[in-house]
């Protein structure tokens, strides 16, 4: 019974996240683009539990996008 694939991990997985981000006001018109750091992560699945493990690990990307994303943007604007 080939157990490679299924239980014992077979696939290496290297995924990056690299947003951009735009803010506008509305008011006057003006903008701003800026991109907080690309984050990265390595992981290693096998086929049973791959599709869980994908979605687990770009959670965790997205999750630690967004909080860089969001403490760049109180740099930027909070006085």
Avoid: C, T
Avoid at 27 to 35: L, Q, V, Y
Avoid at 38 to 52: C, H, I, N, T
Avoid at 73 to 79: D, E, G, Q, T
């Amino acid at each position: 019974m080939p157990i490679v694939g299924s239980v014992v991990p077979d696939e290496h997985q290297h995924m990056r996240i690299r947003l951009k981000m735009a803010v506008v006001d509305v008011r006057s018109g003006n903008w701003a683009m800026f991109s907080p750091e690309p984050f990265e992560d390595k992981a290693v699945s096998a086929r049973l539990g791959r599709e869980r493990s994908d979605q687990a690990q770009v959670s965790k990307l997205k999750q630690q996008a967004y909080a860089s994303a969001a403490r760049d943007l109180v740099k930027m604007y909070a006085n």
